[in-house]
């Protein structure tokens, strides 16, 4: 234990110096929220069809794109992903041609046109944003998956089978924006603008074959129609009005669409075809929003989706103080009153299957007012906890919030991510890709298991009470049969099992519950030979856990965690994945860079670029306090 004790010593000392020399004036963090190339892809088209002059970053953007191709000539969500990843090559090569400083006969162009042509082209693209993009820029038909929804479907009445909310806060504010698009067959080019017909290949059509499931859709959105009143052109003058106010009323103060990059990429497109010119204020506001969404690593830069900076404070906030370092420390107090002055106020559209609860949540970004969701509420409730127990003001900050979690929990007893009960199946029948995650916000293990583990540990909550109780019922339930959960925002099974586990240890469930049993002997029975853990981003594809081969740091931090929260003594096999996790912090290779969170299975992947020294931080302060601080 003495030379584990000293590494453990040692690694929290680095970390904590770390984070200390990091933490800006006003309380916060800021690290990079990276998500591949797409958004970057994106902002270049868009900005080289508004005549946007911004060089600068158009040119930092091309360069990082360029820096990621594969020798095969391919991009890549993740270092392991099989065969490249076809969408995203395809937005990184059309928007290298738009930028202007790459050309056709490039070699690095003519590599990147093989590979998209080997696999088939445009037509077998998976991802309904590349299809979007596309199509809103002239290069191809708007897919069927979107134009067979009818615009008028944002006038269906709540009591109808498919309506708007039942659609995932997520995926609405995509959906809109593309709906206008499609129904006014939209397409917007520059003379400028490369042509890439040559990619599509007339074997492959895209337009999905209709199954069963997409017929009863179909019948229902035909029903919901018929339910309409007034003549068909008064209708969809309304729907496309309704469309239009439902974008502008959730434009945040830095000009974006519910402070992601990806929908308000997609509303300025939506502008153009509802007719606002490119230099309006709206789209000019949306652009100084999307360009301030910028992280810059040297020469490069890359366009964050949506910036972490809330969540990132809130988890570094806590991971300290959970290190030690005390609530009426400096940089706990600047932290505490960065997350007050953030916590929401509006009944945003979380109430409306959550009415006649007074807001208290807190959203992921810092300019996100009106999409609260239940983890970054919980991690900043953490943060703010020892405050709580003295301050007036962060007392009444923390039982709103907590308030706010509990009216958040669903029918069925787990916890969602934005909106209440929005489950309802038939919406992932549509026929597009990732439907099945991106459509519903059903309860998930790694939600449940969060809210539950600051329900237990912050409020002394258990399951003598009936709310927690269903929730424990919850996580055992949806345990997979090798003992593992799956985590629906981090890779995958080792973060979902490691979320149940705390979770339930924290609910008081007993150690020896057949549950816990098998979550910890699964983690066991992955753990690498070097000691730590590491899970590739395929997982979430084939809905398996799939090894990395390589041990990354937030990985093995959260195994360890989940471990050190239901051994009742340190192991052979948690010492060995100390070792390895303090080793860990020194390197800076490619498994410390792989993306650990998630998005959207085979289209969306993050790489937190804090995630390597938060979770070890929090992971080596739990081994401590637990066994070493009871010596």
């Given at each position: 234990m003495g030379d584990a004790r000293s590494a453990v010593d040692e690694g929290i000392r680095k970390l904590r110096d770390f984070f200390m020399r990091q933490q800006h004036q006003d309380g916060s963090w800021h690290f990079c929220f990276e998500n591949g190339v797409t958004m970057d892809a994106y902002v270049m088209i868009l900005f080289r069809i508004l005549d946007i002059q911004n060089e600068e970053l158009i040119r930092r953007l091309h360069d990082r794109i360029l820096a990621e191709q594969q020798p095969e000539g391919c991009w890549r969500w993740y270092r392991d992903e099989q065969e490249g990843n076809l969408s995203v090559s395809i937005d990184a090569y059309y928007a290298l041609l738009y930028s202007g400083y790459s050309e056709p006969t490039d070699e690095s162009m003519e590599r990147a046109r093989h590979y998209i042509q080997l696999q088939g082209g445009p037509g077998k693209s998976t991802s309904i944003l590349t299809k979007a993009i596309l199509a809103a820029t002239g290069q191809r038909k708007w897919p069927?998956?979107?134009?067979?929804?009818?615009?008028?479907?944002?006038?269906?009445?709540?009591?109808?089978?498919?309506?708007?909310?039942?659609?995932?806060?997520?995926?609405?504010?995509?959906?809109?924006p593309m709906l206008i698009m499609a129904d006014r067959n939209f397409s917007i080019s520059t003379d400028k603008a490369p042509n890439i017909s040559d990619l599509f290949d007339s074997r492959y059509d895209d337009d999905e074959p209709q199954h069963k499931e997409h017929r009863e859709i179909t019948e229902n959105i035909r029903i919901g129609l018929s339910r309409l009143l007034g003549t068909p052109r008064y209708i969809h003058e309304a729907a496309l009005n309704k469309a239009e106010q439902f974008m502008l009323n959730r434009i945040e103060s830095d000009g974006t669409l519910y402070s992601y990059a990806s929908s308000t990429i997609l509303m300025v497109f939506a502008l153009l075809a509802l007719g606002y010119d490119k230099q309006h204020p709206l789209i000019l506001k949306a652009v100084q929003g999307l360009t301030e969404m910028q992280y810059r690593f040297g020469d490069k830069a890359t366009i964050q989706n949506s910036p972490s900076t809330i969540w990132d404070t809130a988890l570094i906030s806590y991971a300290l103080q959970e290190s030690g370092v005390v609530g009426d420390h400096e940089t706990v107090q600047r932290s505490a009153a960065y997350l007050l002055s953030r916590q929401q106020d509006k009944a945003a559209d979380w109430s409306v299957h959550n009415p006649d609860t007074v807001p208290g949540g807190w959203g992921f970004s810092e300019t996100n007012t009106l999409n609260p969701d239940v983890d970054d509420t919980t991690a900043a409730l953490r943060a703010i906890h020892s405050l709580s127990r003295t301050d007036p003001k962060y007392r009444d900050s923390s039982t709103r919030g907590l308030n706010w979690v509990m009216s958040m929990q669903n029918k069925d007893g787990g916890w969602p991510a934005f909106e209440k009960n929005t489950n309802k199946k038939m919406l992932t029948w549509l026929a597009i890709d990732g439907a099945k995650s991106a459509a519903i916000d059903p309860s998930g293990a790694d939600l449940t298991g969060r809210t539950l583990e600051y329900l237990g540990n912050c409020c002394g909550l258990d399951m003598r009470h009936d709310f927690i109780k269903r929730g424990v019922n919850w996580l055992i339930s949806h345990q997979e049969k090798d003992g593992s959960w799956y985590g629906r925002w981090g890779i995958c099974y080792i973060y979902g099992t490691w979320a149940a586990l705390t979770g339930l240890e924290a609910a008081r469930l007993p150690a020896d519950h057949a549950a816990i049993q098998k979550g910890a002997e699964w983690l066991l029975q992955i753990q690498n030979s070097d000691g730590g853990w590491g899970e590739s981003c395929t997982s979430d594809r084939v809905m398996q856990y799939m090894p990395l081969g390589e041990s990354t740091p937030s990985q093995t931090a959260w195994a360890l965690d989940a471990l050190i929260a239901v051994q009742p003594q340190p192991s052979a096999a948690v010492n060995r994945g100390i070792y390895k996790l303090v080793e860990l912090l020194q390197n800076?290779?490619?498994?410390?860079?792989?993306p650990t969170g998630a998005g959207l299975p085979g289209n969306f992947y993050s790489h937190y670029h804090s995630y390597r020294y938060i979770w070890p931080l929090l992971t080596l302060s739990h081994y401590k306090k637990k066994w070493v601080g009871s010596e």
């Open positions: 069927a998956s979107i134009s067979f929804i009818p615009l008028e479907i944002i006038l269906f009445p709540a009591y109808m089978p498919i309506n708007l909310y039942e659609f995932s806060g997520y995926s609405r504010i995509h959906l809109i800076d290779d490619w498994p410390t860079a792989y």
